[in-house]
Every structure is written in C-alpha cells, then in structure tokens.
C-alpha cells in the first residue's frame, strides 16, 4: 500500500520516449500524398513495410500498379518529401515496386464477405471509412481485462471533448457494445448503409445491432472477417475524428481482418498489473509490430483499489503492465484503478466517463494522451 493523498487516479507518465508515435506521424504525413486516381497512398494500401527506428531512419516501400507507371517517380518522390518533413526523422529511404493491376475481386451478394447479405449499390462498395481520420484498435493478449469498458469509455471521452467519434465493435462473438453503451434494437438501413446508433455522443455499432448472438456464434473464421469487413465497409460512419475498435480477446481472425483492412492508425493495448501480463502484452505488442501497425501505447487496467481513506491498495502488484511495456520497448501510456462502481455502471448502460465521476477525468486524460499520439 501506498499513500497518494490527492494524487490524480490516472497515474500518467510523464518524459517518455515515445518511438511508435514517430511511426503515426510518418503514416499520417505519408496519407497527405495522392495517387493518380486521387486516392492516398496510405489508405489504398501502396505504403508497404512502414519502419520508423527510434533514430529517426524511415524505411518503405511504394507498391505501384501497371498503369501508375509514368506517376511513379514523381509520386516516389512526393512520398519521400512527406516523410522527411516529418519532425525527428533523420533519413528516410523508399523504393518504388511495381505490381500488374490484379482484376477486381467479384462482388457477392451474400457468402463470406458479405454475411448480412445487403444489396450492394456502387458506392456502398467504396471505403466507408473514407471519412474517417484516425482508427484504434482496442486489444489485449488475454480476456476480461477491461478492454472493452476501457474502449467504451475512452470512445466517450473522446465524444465529450468534442471529437466526432464511432465505436465499432469487433467482438463478433461476444459484442458488449449493446450493454456498454445502453442500446438494443436492430440498426436502421438507410441507402443500402447500415445506420450506426447515437449514444453518449458517440456513433456507435456492433454485431448485436444486425444479428441474433446465436447467429453469430455458429460462423466461423472468414465469416468473422466478412462480418467485420461490412461493419467497416457498410455502415454509414460520416465524417468522424476517431473511431475507436474494441476487439476481441486475443489475437485471431478479427484482428487480422482489421489489419489487413490497412485502416488501422495505431493500437491501444489493454493489460493488467499481474507478473503473467508481461507475456500477454507481449503477445498483443507483437502482432500489432509485426503488421507494421504502429503501438500506441499500453494502459494498466485495474492497477490499485483505493480505500476510503486515499490510499492505494495495490491487489494485483505494482507496476506489472508499465514494466511489461518497458521490456518491450512500448509506450506506457498510464494506469487506471478499479473503480467500484465501473461494473454496475457499465451493466446499465452508463459509461462512467459520461457522467460526474472522478473515472470521467481520468478517461479524459486518457483520450487526450492518445489524441496526442495520434496527432487529432
Ligand atoms: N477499471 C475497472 N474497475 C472496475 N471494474 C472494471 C474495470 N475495468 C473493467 N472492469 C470490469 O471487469 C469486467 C471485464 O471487463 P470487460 O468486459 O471490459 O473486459 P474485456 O477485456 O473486454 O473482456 P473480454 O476479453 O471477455 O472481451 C467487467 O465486469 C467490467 O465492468
Ligand atoms: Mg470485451
């Protein structure tokens, strides 16, 4: 135990080095540069092996079809400006590689890639999250460590502070968004585009807005990735600031499908204070780094209980998750207590961060450290 008289709840670090948001600042400045067809070049999914090493050396390849050819050294050259006007990059080295326009995939009417069978119109097949400007991903190596109450709230902190912001939900198996946020009902259709729902200022949709949670638990692998494909693609997101992905325990298909939907600006990894959570970080660190999907930082969930009298009862050990996250060379973004009214709260469909609670505060410093880190 530990006495922190008046201490904020939200223990922040302060003075990190922070080398993963050079990354973002590189992918957001690189997302600046358009290719002939008016699309940018990070979006499209032309940026190829992104690396940012902490002293500054940028790495990356620009994946350039057939018919880009003649466009291909001034856009090469483009994307080598934007990057080395990044602040902290000290070189940046790229290649332009050329590939031959693979034929469109067929557009289906229900199967895998399409498990709410909609009708598709043209423009329903174009990025829904066009719009959108930056996206996280919520995860964790392992189960039931708050991630989506940590995503729900922070969604609404971001809300609060005035951010435009949707909540998607990619927990197709076990969606929590309907009970986090307080809403049911099935999602409106409106132009061939799923309507996401208003709560707590926030956009919010999720898999138990389309289908009965039976229907869900009987697909699997590539339905998943279908479904969490058309939770992107089909919903009719609107211009948004920020969209914050919770995911589900883990790390299988959905996460996958949601790396390789290339949309990703960063990932926020959830974790708890336990000695084991090292290896848990590590596993949701990893594959994020390995796709080249820039970490925004690690949270410590439930780090200490505080006791009536202001101090701080540290249940599970102190430090585990910020530690973890040194190890790996991740951010350590902050920590977070238990909060006892968090659960009864978050089963009524009350987000804390919604409402005149001391968690409130906390989730805002949250969202603003994020926000930070990704430059919104
Ligand atoms: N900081 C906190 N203080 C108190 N209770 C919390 C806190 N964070 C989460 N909880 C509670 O812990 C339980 C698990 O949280 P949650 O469902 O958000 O975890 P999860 O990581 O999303 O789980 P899963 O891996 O199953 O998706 C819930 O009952 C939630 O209310
Ligand atoms: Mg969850």
Do not use: C
Not at 124 to 130: K, N, P, R, S
Not at 313 to 326: H, I, S, T, W
């Amino acid at each position: 135990m530990a006495r922190n008289a008046r201490a904020p709840l939200f223990q922040e670090k302060q003075g990190l080095k922070l080398t993963e948001p050079l990354l973002i600042r590189v992918r957001n400045a690189l997302s600046a540069v358009k290719r002939p067809d008016g699309r940018d070049i990070v979006t499209s999914g032309a940026v190829q092996a992104l690396t940012a090493e902490p002293d500054g050396r940028v790495r990356f390849a620009l994946e350039i079809s057939g018919d880009e050819q003649r466009a291909a050294e001034t856009l090469l050259a483009a994307a080598k400006q934007a990057a080395g006007g990044v602040d902290g990059v000290a070189s940046v080295s790229a290649v332009a590689t050329a590939h031959s326009a693979s034929p469109k995939p067929p557009q289906s009417r229900g199967g895998h890639d399409n498990p709410f069978g909609l009708k598709r119109t043209p423009e329903v097949q174009a990025d829904a999250l066009g719009d959108v400007k930056a996206v996280i991903a919520v995860a964790s190596g392992k189960g039931g460590v708050g991630k989506s109450t940590v995503a729900a709230n922070l969604a609404v902190a971001f809300a609060r502070a005035g951010h435009r912001t949707g909540f998607l939900d990619g927990d197709i198996y076990g969606p929590s968004a309907p009970t986090l946020f307080g809403v049911s009902g099935k999602a409106a259709m409106a132009d061939s585009k799923i309507q996401p729902m208003d709560a707590h200022g926030v956009s919010v949709m999720s898999i138990g807005f389309l289908v009965d949670p039976e229907q869900a638990l009987a697909w699997r692998g590539p339905m998943v990735t279908g479904a969490l494909r058309q939770l992107m693609r089909d919903v009719a997101w609107g211009p948004l600031d920020v969209l914050i992905i919770d995911t589900p325990p883990g790390t299988g298909d959905a996460h996958l499908s949601l790396i390789q939907s290339k949309r990703l600006s960063g990932a926020v990894i959830v974790s708890t204070p336990q000695e084991m959570a090292l290896a848990d970080v590590r596993r949701g660190v990893e594959l994020f780094r390995k796709t080249n999907v820039p970490i925004i930082g690690v949270v410590e969930n439930m780090a200490w209980l505080e006791t009536p009298d202001g101090e701080r009862n540290y249940l599970f050990g102190e430090g585990g998750a910020e530690k973890a996250a040194a190890a790996l060379g991740a951010p350590f973004l902050g920590a977070l207590p238990l909060y006892p009214d968090l659960r009864v709260a978050s089963d009524a469909g009350e987000p804390l961060a919604a409402d005149d609670h001391p968690a409130a505060d906390d989730f805002a410093a949250l969202a603003k450290k994020i926000g930070a880190a990704i430059g919104s």
